[in-house]
Antibody, heavy 122, light 107 residues
Framework: QLQLQESGPGLVKPSQTLSLTCTVS??????????WGWIRQPPGRGLEWIGN???????YYKPSLKSRVTISLDSSKNQFSLKVNSVTAADTAMYYC??????????????WGRGTPVTVSS | DFQLTQSPSFLSASVGDRVTITCRAS??????VAWYQQKPGKAPQLLIY???TLQSGVPSRFSGSGSGTEFTLTISSLQPDDLGTYYC?????????FGPGTKVEIK
């Protein structure tokens, strides 16, 4: 059974780096049928796509976050990771990892982790 | 910038009502839209993808339609378990966008 589990510090100081890991069980990260993404949701607000990583290691990011974000994949551990540099209070959010199904008519997020809350505060 | 809008932003309906949520895209995107339900305190769950394909395990009272710039999610008979916020989402040129959400309340 596919499961995604986010992990990482729940509190990060301003200007520091936010680092999260998504551990995937039940399926290999190395598949041409799927790829992997991060989404966040500030308190009381909507969903914001952060970026995706393919099994090849290629990544795509939301343009407004691209200069601060890195998403990488570790196939040996069946994990993928998110790093956000130079965080501010605006990065406070629930962070979700998700699997993305490759489909000719749009690639949906078909499985999600439960999410992990991150607060940016000194 | 590519944008998705949703209407209404909030709706209150009774059990058994037919409910329709609309998602409009700033550019034509063929059928490249998915719909998600997010219950309070939970992660979103996929309901519909490719505009009209029901995700496995999703009740048949949910349906999706549309193409181009206008898409709809319909709940044929609203149930108490359907309360939550509904989001549309699209992907274009490897960039993803979510709509702002529609909060559904049960009267």
């Amino acid at each position: 059974q596919l499961q995604l589990q986010e992990s990482g510090p729940g509190l990060v100081k301003p200007s520091q780096t936010l680092s999260l890991t998504c551990t995937v069980s039940g399926v290999s990260l190395i598949s041409a049928n799927y790829y992997w993404g991060w989404i966040r949701q500030p308190p009381g607000r909507g969903l914001e796509w952060i970026g995706n990583v393919y099994y090849t290691g290629s990544a795509y990011y939301k343009p407004s976050l691209k200069s601060r974000v890195t998403i990488s994949l570790d196939s040996s551990k069946n994990q993928f990771s998110l790093k956000v540099n130079s965080v501010t209070a605006a990065d406070t959010a629930m962070y979700y990892c998700a699997r993305i199904l490759r489909h000719p008519d749009g690639d949906p997020f078909d499985h999600w982790g439960r999410g992990t809350p991150v607060t940016v505060s000194s | 910038d590519f944008q998705l809008t949703q209407s209404p932003s909030f709706l209150s309906a009774s059990v058994g009502d037919r409910v329709t949520i609309t998602c409009r895209a700033s550019q034509a995107i063929s059928t490249l839209v998915a719909w998600y339900q997010q219950k309070p305190g939970k992660a979103p769950q996929l309901l519909i993808y490719a505009a009209s394909t029901l995700q496995s395990g999703v009740p048949s009272r949910f349906s999706g339609s549309g193409s181009g710039t206008e898409f709809t999610l319909t709940i044929s008979s609203l149930q108490p378990d359907d309360l939550g916020t509904y989001y549309c989402q699209q992907v274009k040129s490897d960039l993803f966008t979510f709509g702002p959400g529609t909060k559904v309340e049960i009267k």
